[in-house]
């Protein structure tokens, strides 16, 4: 039975089944669905949270990334798509309360309750717009490069981005009059980009040029976002070690969606859970998931895991991000007060030591170890992680390598304007830095790695 959110209680729910919601939705309720998670329908964004969830926070968070549905499950989580699920279920079966507001029902146990995003809740944040990848030479076989597509007489970046958005593709490619929607595919990498100029002309122009404009759609890649954890317990168990700050959480979003299992982690970390990492919740002895998350060095510590993905990051990188997560949380910046007060100087004495005997304590105790360095990663992402995946003894699509390189940044990218001076070190702390720089470098090469980034190396 579909129709408008009402106010209704739990019990009289499961009584009467009325429409299971009675806050301020302004979307249409569904019904309930079965979701059994090995193939979701509405796999789109993706989050949760175990303390506030609501359906108008699933909703506007669906809305705001041009989705039509939101589906609620288990209380707690909540999932997006442009597709209904293809299994209704009986509207009683959808009995889990919503964290964040008592007397409404958020899904079940394998359950959704999907409504119809219909617009946006007063004072939420705006719809997302198409974004500008570059100008691109046409594959050769357009027909097999982009399933779908759309001729019209006054095709525009809002029209064609709000066409595939629709149908859940997250390229959209505008060629003269002609809109093409897509995936980033081997044929079609988005790797080598063309000047601007060559797309710039008149729509005949251009369509016979063979070269089209593309853009990144609001909607994810969905290629890629469907994980689980490991159906058998790990034989092996890895550690995904660094430093604080340097780049660990991406570094758990590119494994995750690459390899399809979750990540664990040595703690646990409810605004992580929130924003997708359920391995979170995990203990992370378990051997569920695929590699476990840690800080720690020392030799008990380490020797407890059979190998590790070491991921080392630019010290100078990594102790200002550290210290804006210390002071501000993970997407924040610590303010001017922080960077002034003997704070800022006390951590660097502190923890600049840490990032050198994290790595030389790795070196040393590891029994099997990848060394990855987090700007490298950056640099070339999808050979770095193809390393990384072969070491985890996971084979992966190269469209699948794609899927993630599309959505590369998660949701832990701070944004915005640095809130302190761009250069925080005084010249006693590049000293010190410095100097813990050249002892990793060596300690590397003494190990028969590769050393440190040149970038970042005293010369």
Not at 93 to 116: I, Q, T
Not at 130 to 135: H, S
Not at 394 to 420: A, I, P, Q, Y
Request: aromatic share 10%; net charge positive; with cysteine.
């Amino acid at each position: 039975m579909a129709g408008q959110g009402r106010c209704c209680d739990l019990g009289a729910l499961r009584e009467q089944g009325g429409a299971p919601y009675c806050g301020k939705s302004l979307g249409t309720y569904i019904g309930c669905f079965s979701d059994d998670g090995h193939e979701r329908t509405l796999k789109g964004a993706v989050f949760y949270d175990l303390r506030k969830m609501t359906v108008s926070h699933c909703q506007d968070a669906c809305a705001e990334r041009s989705y039509v549905y939101a589906g609620l499950e288990a209380g707690v989580e909540c999932y997006c798509g442009n597709r209904l699920p293809a299994m209704s279920a009986r509207l009683e079966e959808c009995n889990h309360e919503c964290k964040g507001e008592k007397g409404s029902v958020c899904g079940g146990v394998d359950r959704l309750s999907v409504y119809r995003v219909d617009e946006l809740q007063p004072g939420s944040r705006k719809r997302r717009t198409a974004t500008y990848r570059g100008c691109f030479r046409l594959p050769e076989n357009i027909t097999h490069s982009f399933p779908s597509s759309l001729i019209h007489a006054n095709v525009t970046v809002e029209t064609c981005s709000g066409f595939c958005s629709q149908k859940e593709f997250p390229l959209a490619i505008i060629r003269g009059l002609e809109c093409y929607c897509a995936y980033p595919t081997p044929q079609f990498n988005l790797h080598d980009a063309m000047d601007s100029s060559l797309c710039g002309r008149d729509p005949e122009a251009q369509r016979l040029a063979e070269y089209c404009e593309v853009y990144q759609t609001p909607v994810q890649d969905t290629r890629c976002t469907d994980r689980r954890f490991l159906p058998n317990k790990s034989k092996v168990f890895v550690a995904l070690s660094s430093f604080p700050g340097a780049g660990n959480t991406w570094a758990r979003h590119l494994i995750e969606h690459a390899t399809g299992f979750y990540t664990g982690s040595y703690y646990f970390d409810g605004i992580l859970y929130n924003k997708g990492f359920k391995g979170e919740k995990d203990h992370w002895r378990s051997r569920r998931t695929i590699c476990v998350k840690t800080h720690e060095s020392g030799r008990r510590e380490i020797e407890m895991f059979d190998s590790a993905i070491l991921l080392i990051r630019n010290p100078y990188r990594s102790l200002v991000a550290e210290f804006n997560r210390k002071c501000a949380g993970h997407l924040g910046y610590a303010a001017d007060r922080n960077w002034k007060s003997k704070e800022w100087p006390e951590f660097v004495n502190s923890y600049a030591s840490w990032w050198s005997s994290h790595v030389l304590d790795w070196l040393k105790y590891g029994k099997r170890l990848l060394v990855v360095h987090y700007e490298e990663l950056r640099r070339s992402l999808v050979p770095t992680l193809r390393e990384m995946v072969a070491f985890l003894n996971v084979s992966v699509s190269e469209e699948r390598l794609l899927c993630v390189e599309n959505n590369k940044e998660g949701s832990f990218r701070r944004r915005g304007r640095h809130s302190h001076d761009p250069e925080p070190f005084t010249p006693e702390m590049k000293d010190l830095i410095n100097g813990y720089i050249r002892t990793v470098d060596q300690a590397l090469r003494d190990h028969n790695w590769t050393g440190l980034p040149r970038e970042y190396v005293p010369r």
